[in-house]
């Protein structure tokens, strides 16, 4: 059984769904609050910083009513997921904080 899954149809479901950009948020925001690294809290920002803004995509607020060809996606998705991949492996190698 072969297994293809299409990266451009799972970041696409931000596009129809845009609260689920606060998913990958809160998880780094915890990764960060977790492990205090700097990585994780600037991944974080990024995906809340791209909820309203897709939200405002969807809203038809800040695009003129034709939105179906997403250029900017070809610029957010990449730098979105470097960021991710950025903050998890910082986190994955990371040591732990010193206890409080």
């Given at each position: 059984?072969?297994?293809?899954?299409?990266i451009g149809v799972v970041l696409g479901?931000?596009?129809?769904?845009?609260?689920l950009a606060l998913v990958?948020?809160?998880l780094l925001?915890?990764?960060y609050w977790r492990r205090r690294r700097?990585?994780?809290?600037?991944?974080a920002l990024a995906w809340l910083a791209y909820f309203p803004y897709e939200l405002g995509m969807k809203l038809r607020v800040l695009c003129?009513?034709?939105c179906n060809i997403r250029v900017d996606?070809?610029?957010?998705?990449?730098?979105l997921l470097g960021l991710t991949v950025w903050a998890i492996v910082a986190t994955?190698?990371?040591?732990e904080p010193p206890e409080r």
């Open positions: 059984m072969k297994s293809d899954i299409d479901a931000f596009v129809g769904w845009p609260w990958p948020a809160a925001a915890w990764a700097r990585a994780a809290l600037v991944a003129s009513g034709e996606l070809l610029l957010f998705y990449p730098i994955r190698r990371g040591r």
